[in-house]
T-cell receptor
C-alpha cells in the first residue's frame, strides 16, 4: 500500500479563487511530483522536487506554485483559478536512489473551475 | 528531443494475449517502466526493464530492446479487469527531471 495522500479529492470553485491542493507522503521519499491529467489523456508534469527547499517547474507550470518545506509535504497552489485549470491533479513520490524509480501516486484531486 | 510513442488504443478478447508497444527516441536512459491506470484512478507501477530482455511478473511481462529502441508490455490470459490505460515511462539521463511519459494506450477488452 502506497502511503501518499491528497486532499481534497474533489473541489468545485469559482474563477479567480486561490486554492491549495495538499499532498503528503509518509515513505520518506526525496522526490515528489505534481502532474496534471485530463481524462484519458497523458500526464503533464507541472512541478517537481528532489528534496527540501528544492523545487523546479515542469513542462506545464500552469500558473501554479509549490513549496517543499518538509520532506513529507508538497502542496500545490493556484493563485487565481481559471476554467482552463479544470483537470485532475496527481501527486507522486519516489525513492531517490531506488533501482526502478517506481512512482507512488496519490488518489488525485479533481478540480472544476466554474 | 526525447519522446515515446504508443498506440492510442488496442482491442482484445477476454482470455487472449495482447502486446502494447512503446518506441522511443532518447540519447540515453536508465530504464523503461510500465504503469496501469484504470478510469478515474491513479497510475500504478507494473514493471521495469533496465536491461534488454524479458521481465515476467505473473500474467504480465515486459520487454526491452535498446538496439531497436523499443519495448513492449505483454498481457496474457486477459481479464475484464485489465481494461485500463497503460503508460510507458523512461527514466532518462538528459532531461532535468529524468522522467518521460508516453501518451498512454487504452486497452479495451471484449467478452
Amino acid at each position: 500500500e502506497a502511503d501518499i495522500y491528497q486532499t481534497p479529492r474533489y473541489l468545485v470553485i469559482g474563477t479567480g479563487k486561490k486554492i491549495t491542493l495538499e499532498c503528503s507522503q509518509t515513505m520518506g521519499h526525496d522526490k515528489m511530483y505534481w502532474y496534471q491529467q485530463d481524462p484519458g489523456m497523458e500526464l503533464h508534469l507541472i512541478h517537481y522536487s528532489y528534496g527540501v527547499n528544492s523545487t523546479e517547474k515542469g513542462d506545464l507550470s500552469s500558473e501554479s506554485t509549490v513549496s517543499r518545506i518538509r520532506t513529507e509535504h508538497f502542496p500545490l497552489t493556484l493563485e487565481s483559478a481559471r476554467p482552463s485549470h479544470t483537470s485532475q491533479y496527481l501527486c507522486a513520490s519516489s525513492e531517490g536512489r531506488g533501482r526502478t524509480g517506481e512512482l507512488f501516486f496519490g488518489e488525485g484531486s479533481r478540480l472544476t473551475v466554474l | 528531443g526525447q519522446s515515446l510513442e504508443q498506440p492510442s488504443e488496442v482491442t482484445a478478447v477476454e482470455g487472449a494475449i495482447v502486446q502494447i508497444n512503446c518506441t522511443y527516441q532518447t540519447s540515453g536512459f536508465y530504464g523503461l517502466s510500465w504503469y496501469q491506470q484504470h478510469d478515474g484512478g491513479a497510475p500504478t507501477f507494473l514493471s521495469y526493464n533496465a536491461l534488454d530482455g524479458l521481465e515476467e511478473t505473473g500474467r504480465f511481462s515486459s520487454f526491452l530492446s535498446r538496439s531497436d529502441s523499443y519495448g513492449y508490455l505483454l498481457l496474457q490470459e486477459l481479464q475484464m479487469k485489465d481494461s485500463a490505460s497503460y503508460f510507458c515511462l523512461i527514466k532518462g539521463r538528459d532531461s532535468n527531471y529524468q522522467l518521460i511519459w508516453g501518451a498512454g494506450t487504452k486497452l479495451i477488452i471484449k467478452p
